[in-house]
């Protein structure tokens, strides 16, 4: 049990409210569930008539359930990734809306330092500009998500945070739909996060972001600096690179300054070297003969975003472009595994000792910091990208 969810159960208890036996718990008959869930909405000052409304007709979701059990995975390349991803009718609408709703992307960059590029390549890239939002019911598939036992220390405070939106009249419980797990909106937030940082963009005195593109807009900026966005810095820059490079050196989490990159021949596609006093990672998405980028601070937040690499380094890329960014030089990687191979590569990586996760296929970061240091160890420049040459050689 997290510490937060321990305070609120002891707060609830020293109130005097008496809560169902299986208040405390997951799982169990839905009904005592939901009482459970009404006791600790009234012990955080919401009126039991509001809690009533906002869980009347609630059900469990087989369908969330289903797809909670089968999450999709990136198992592309980012080449594949973002060229789908980062295409031109998604660039010309992302354009069409930044001029669309200039004043509303000043104002986000004004109050939260977030250019309207980064908004707007998330804005795509959840909702396709807010058209696909999600058919599930967003109160049904929290309750699904609370109830059920894998997660509910995550689930069950987004469940509350959804009842007070019900009190704020920025929900319709009964008809509200969403992500299936419970993301709600042109930019896919969860209502803890919309609570927080929600902005009523439009001056209609509600934060809604599931059709006000103003609120989304704002509420995106407030969220995305909440995660510490840095104000006028860049969050990634194409480079080039020289022949040679000490290749075990890339990867994330291998910061050094800008100027020490610039130094070794690495050069930006935009000439821009004003950020050399920035710590920057030297990322290499399908290895040294691929795209190429270096890493600030600010890409941080993509990272919390979403943890996929690949798919972050997509959304910044993509923002990147929508601020005026070439397309990036695909140049010639070195052909990958397929999901057969990657899974014979992670399983001989953890026989050598190596923490690559779960043995599924996926090049996440565990993987390619044990690919680096076996090329290392072999004599193959050690730039984290797997290869046949790599595999035979283990």
């Known amino acids: 049990m997290s510490s937060v969810r321990s305070l609120i159960l002891a707060a609830l208890m020293s109130s005097g409210i008496a809560l169902p036996a299986a208040a405390q718990s997951c799982g169990g008959d839905l009904g005592v569930f939901l009482e459970g869930v009404k006791a600790e909405a009234v012990a955080k000052g919401i009126p039991a008539d509001v809690a009533d409304r906002a869980l009347s007709g609630a059900r469990i979701d087989q369908k969330v359930l289903s797809r909670d059990r089968a999450q999709g995975v990136f198992k592309q390349t980012f080449l594949e990734f973002s060229q789908r991803t980062v295409s031109k009718a998604r660039l010309d609408i992302g354009s069409q809306k930044i001029k669309q709703y200039a004043d509303i992307f000043q104002r986000a960059e004004q109050e939260f330092g977030v250019p309207p590029g980064v908004i707007a390549a998330f804005w795509a890239m959840e909702t396709d500009f807010g058209v696909v939002q999600g058919d599930f019911n967003t109160r049904n598939a929290l309750v699904t998500l609370a109830h059920d036992c894998r997660r509910p220390e995550l ?17 319709d419980p009964a008809t509200n739909t969403g992500a299936w797990a419970g993301e709600i909106g042109q930019v896919q937030m969860l209502p803890e996060d919309i609570i927080a940082y929600g902005v009523d963009g439009d001056g209609d005195g ?25 104000r006028g810095e860049p969050w990634i820059q194409e480079v080039t690179l020289p022949a040679d490079l000490p290749w075990e050196k890339t990867g994330l989490g291998n910061e050094v300054p800008a100027s020490d990159w610039f130094a070794m021949g690495v050069q930006p596609r935009d000439g821009n070297t004003g950020v050399a006093s920035l710590p920057a990672a030297l990322v290499l998405p399908q290895g040294r003969n691929g795209p190429a980028f270096l890493t600030y601070p600010n890409f941080n ?18 923002a ?12 010639n990687p070195d052909a990958g595994l397929d999901d057969a191979a990657m899974k014979a590569l992670q ?22 910091r044990a690919v680096q240091k076996e090329q290392a160890r072999l004599g193959i420049p050690a730039d984290g990208w797997p290869t046949q040459q790599l595999l035979q050689a283990l």
């Open 301 to 318: 937040i993509y990272l919390e975003w979403n943890q996929s690499f690949i798919y972050t380094t997509s959304a910044a890329y993509f």
């Open 320 to 331: 990147t472009r929508l601020m005026g960014a070439p397309n990036y030089q695909k140049g």
């Open 347 to 368: 399983t001989k990586l953890q026989s050598l000792g190596h923490d690559v996760g779960k043995v599924d296929g996926i090049l996440g970061s565990g993987t390619r």
């Open 155 to 171: 689930f069950r405070p987004q469940l509350l945070a959804l009842i007070e939106m019900v009190q704020h009249g920025d929900l």
């Open 206 to 230: 509600h934060v809604n972001v599931k059709q006000s593109s103003p609120d989304a807009i704002l509420t995106a900026a407030k969220f995305i600096q909440s995660l510490g966005f840095r």
